[in-house]
């Protein structure tokens, strides 16, 4: 079990930049299937992009070539770097992890990850 922690959101105008980071705390980070995901209101939770040590970071398709995810080991922390945002990626983001294992094939299925930070909110302005 690993105890995650968002931080970085925020209120930018389209086409601006933000970073989110997952702090985690109680078990590494390194060897475990991590994610970020959104919900808007009234919308379900959406995987946005996930990450393991067997595999490449993957992304959903909305933001696929603007948001990158990125761990730091030395930190245990988990990154997302948003870019050219739009009005449409306001939403609240939480960060996910399952520190047992090492292997996602269903990254973008919530049911994966046992641990959920509180989130951390993101408002894009047109």
């Known amino acids: 079990q690993v105890q995650l922690t968002e931080s970085g959101g925020g209120s930018v105008q389209a086409g601006g930049s933000l970073r989110l980071s997952c702090k985690g705390s109680?078990?590494?980070?390194?060897?475990?299937?991590v994610a970020w995901f959104r919900q808007a209101p009234g919308k379900e939770r959406e995987a946005v992009a996930g990450?393991?040590?067997?595999?490449?970071?993957t992304y959903a398709d909305s933001v696929k070539g603007r948001f990158t995810i990125s761990k730091d080991k030395v930190k245990n922390t988990i990154y997302l770097d948003m870019s050219r945002l739009e009005p449409e990626d306001t939403a609240m983001y939480y960060c996910?992890?399952?520190?047992?294992?090492?292997?996602?094939?269903?990254?973008?299925?919530?049911?994966?990850?046992?641990?959920w930070g509180q989130g951390t909110q993101v408002t894009v302005s047109s």
């Open positions: 996910a992890a399952d520190v047992t294992r090492w292997v996602c094939p269903l990254w973008s299925s919530s049911y994966e990850y046992n641990d």
């Open positions: 109680g078990s590494t980070l390194s060897n475990s299937c």
């Open positions: 990450t393991s040590s067997s595999s490449s970071p």
